[in-house]
Structure formats: C-alpha cells, structure tokens
C-alpha cells in the first residue's frame, strides 16, 4: 500500500514540475510562411525564377526547424554549370537571410544555420514551359549539402536517365577553378 502511495505521489510531483514548467512557444504558421513567401520571392525576382513551392522540416518534437525548403520552375532551359551556380547561390541566400532572421533565431536546429539544413529545388523548362529530356538537366536540387541533377528518359516520361552527384565543397572548389567567363556567367533569364 506505501508503495502505491509512494509511486501517486512520485507521478503526481513529475506532473506538477511538468505542468509548471513554462512550456516552449511555437513559431506561428504566418511568420514561418511569411518569410519563406518573402525570400522566395527575392529570389523569384533576381534570378527571373518563377516560385513553386516551400516547406520545412522540424525536429520530432516539432520545436525546432531542421529544413528550409524552397522549389522554383527555370525557363531557359539552364545549362549543367548555370543550374549549379543557381544552386549555390541560392541555398546561400536562402541560409544567409534564415541567419539574419531574428524572429526564427529561437527555433533553429542550429546556429548559424547550416547550408546542410537547406533545400533548394529547380524544375528546368524550356522557354515555352515544355520539359526538357536528357541530355539536358530536367530537376537540381541541394539538399544535405549535396547537388543533385537528373535527368528524364527521352523514351519514357515517367523514369530519370541520369543522376549526378556532387557535394556543396566539390562545387565551390569547380567554381572557383572555372575560366572567368563561365564564372562569371549570368543566370539571369532573359
């Protein structure tokens, strides 16, 4: 009987602290969403990119943000080396303007947020918003800090021929090294 009253009395102290406790806020929907509209859009605009989706990913108990997640439609199409520039250059902007963020800065994952905690996706187009086939890149991505470029099957629509790799480090050391002219290459669409 002690021992039962032993254990109430236990759980009912772990209640009371937990209850007590100040509870974590929660980052509302509008802000979140918000920035992510603001940022996407500064993107959107200075690389003539047409937005289509963003999200996120949290920690399991959902507290913290662990992803940012942009995806733009490109209209070119984009070459191999201008859809990796892209890449780069967003994921950075988008990691740089997560930093400066101070209404998210309590519910980072990490601080500084990290380009591995970033998501940027490209669907290549033609300039009459046809999808291009291989050997042309179809979607590029970043995420974990890795590159991704596929391509589509010319023989079926519905499977990728291709998939390159290559890590956010291989990149910067390619862009470094690339002749002036293409580093200096424009992405802006026309």
């Known amino acids: 009987m002690n021992f039962f009253r032993i254990i109430k009395i236990l759980l009912l ?5 937990t209850l007590s406790g100040k509870k974590m806020d929660r980052l509302d929907n509008k802000t979140f969403y ?5 940022v996407g859009g500064k993107i959107e605009k200075k690389y003539n990119l047409t937005i289509c989706g963003s999200g996120s990913g949290s920690s399991p108990e959902g507290y913290y943000i662990n992803k940012f997640i ?4 490109a209209y070119g199409p984009l070459s191999h080396e201008q859809l990796r520039k892209l890449l780069i250059e967003c994921a950075n902007e988008l990691v740089r303007e997560v930093n ?3 209404k998210l800065e309590p519910f980072l994952i990490r601080k500084p947020y990290p380009i591995q905690n970033v998501q940027i996706i490209v669907f290549n187009y033609d300039k ?3 999808g291009v086939k291989d ?3 179809t979607v590029a991505q970043i995420s974990n800090g890795i590159l991704t470029f596929r391509t589509r099957d010319p023989e079926n629509d519905l499977k990728y021929k291709n998939n390159f790799k290559e890590t956010y480090e291989e990149v910067l050391e390619k862009l470094k090294t690339a002749p002036v002219s293409e580093s200096k290459e424009k992405i ?3």
């Open 188 to 190: 802006q669409l026309n």
């Open 135 to 137: 050997p042309l890149i």
């Open 13 to 17: 102290i772990f209640f009371m602290g």
């Open 128 to 130: 009459h918003g046809g």
């Open 70 to 73: 942009l995806s733009f439609n």
């Open 34 to 38: 918000g920035f992510l509209s603001k």
């Open 100 to 102: 400066l963020e101070k």
